[in-house]
């Protein structure tokens, strides 16, 4: 009986965070649409509205002005519009592509804590799975999604889409090692004396307490940075995409609910993304470096730690957002070039020198 209470409210948890990640998703595009308009001085979406809100005194107009219905709106356009699929496509692979693209951004939610709770135990992470190797699981799986952009560009069986699909695979192979070696330094500090397990989020964002990692780590973190808008194929990284020469990319044949997933997991990826830097160098539900944590231990405390990691990571995907309206699309050169040129050596380089710094102040 006990076992299956323990699957049930677990499998609730799990519900709750699919919910709330796949609103945030929602939400992101249309923080993204008001955004860039606020950016090019438009006016963005500000006309869609529920019958039920339109007849709200002055709430109802401003729902409507910054529109709050436009998510559910694009939703449903995407639900109903007709699923044609190609008669030269890959049909199951074809089928199978959008579905993987999204489960990887799922998968990485498990292990990524969001907040704290209090018993008489001590405090515990709010965490689906507290995996003493998180850090591993979080780049094993995150690499996983770039195996729904390749078989959608195979499947496709048509050359844009194929070449979309190589220069993902390219563009993960670049990254994917710069992003590792930056990470290097992160468990070299999280591997004090008395830490339990150095791989675990959980003890890294308890390692945080004092300073955050951005401020002890800068490289490593701007390193980083840059490989998550690589590895989510955000502008100025989209060359998976790059409507310019490639129509569409990997999606070029896809349109309807199989479009709406790549659109949907592409924010999934990017609020992951935003949320791992969070735990990993802007010091998780800490409050701000140098100063104690604020909120009391009980439930109201938890909220708070929730709240206040949501807010960081609100505001980095924000920062996506901005790089994206802001900054030009990269040349496929200049994106391998640095990669290969830059990020890496930088990365390697400031592995040696943490190497040297720990080697001299083990117990800083």
Sequence with gaps: MQLLIYLVLHAIYALLVVVVLMSMCAYAVLAERKISSWIQNRVGPNRTQLPILAYLP??????QR??????????LKFLFKEDVVPGHVKKFYYTLAPCLSLIAALLTCTVLPFGLWWNADGEHPLVLANLDIGLLFVLAISSLGVYGLVLAGWASNSKYPFLGGIRASAQLISYELAMGVALLPVFLWSSRPGVVSPLNLYYIVQSQNGLWLCLWQPISALVFLVCIFA???RLPFDMAESETDLVGGFH??????????????????????S??????????WN???GLPDPWPH??????????????????FVFFFIWIRWTLPRFRYDQVMKLGWN?????????????LVFFALFPTI
């Excluded at 609910?257 to 993304?273: L, N, T």
Aim: glycine share 10%.
């Design 252 to 273: 070029t044949e896809y349109g309807s609910f199989k479009f709406g997933f790549f659109f949907i997991a592409e924010y999934a990826h990017m609020i992951v993304g």
């Design 342 to 354: 830059v990020l890496l050596p930088l990365a390697v380089a400031n592995f040696a020198a943490y």
């Design 298 to 315: 009980n439930p109201l405390g938890s909220v708070m730690t929730i709240a206040w990691f949501l807010a960081k990571v609100v505001f």
């Design 231 to 233: 590895e989510t194929n």
């Design 275 to 284: 949320a791992v830097f969070v735990v990993l160098f802007l010091g998780g």
């Design 58 to 63: 002055v709430a109802g107009t401003i729902l």
């Design 66 to 75: 910054i529109g709050f219905s436009q998510p559910m709106a694009d939703g």
């Design 287 to 289: 409050f701000l470096p």
